[in-house]
């Protein structure tokens, strides 16, 4: 059975630092795109990262560009998130995602994703 879990996530001051973790397993695809996205109360979701586990290249979306890392342990198959500089507006459930129709992540915004975890929370308050 494939199945994905976050961790990671919790309370935190802003300016302050957190690193997500996706656990994958039952997963048996050679090579797939992995997604990060998060989803604030009252607004739709928003994909924020992507890592290739063909050829290891990320994408991020704007808002996060240069204070979010995505990452990936292959032996562990894991992927992380490191969220540093965290503002308050970082505030929401973030899931990770896996595509098996897709190897990169140029377009990641728009595949469709077969696998999801069930979430992981982040509140970004002083």
């Known amino acids: 059975q494939s199945q994905l879990m976050e961790s990671g996530g919790g309370l935190v001051q802003p300016g302050r630092s957190l690193r997500l973790s996706c656990a994958i397993s039952g997963i048996t695809l050679d090579y797939y795109a992995i997604g990060w996205f998060r989803q604030a109360p009252g607004k739709e979701r928003e994909g924020i990262s992507c890592i290739s586990t063909m050829d290891g290249s990320t994408h991020y979306t704007d808002s996060v560009k240069g204070r979010f890392t995505i990452s990936r342990d292959k032996a562990k198959n894991a992927v992380y998130l490191q969220m540093n500089s965290l503002k308050p507006e970082d505030t929401a459930v973030y899931y990770c995602?896996?595509?098996?129709?897709?190897?990169?992540?140029?377009?990641?915004?728009?595949?469709?994703?077969?696998?999801w975890g069930q979430g992981t929370q982040v509140t970004v308050s002083s």
């Open positions: 995602a896996v595509t098996s129709g897709h190897f990169y992540c140029s377009d990641y915004v728009t595949y469709e994703y077969q696998y």
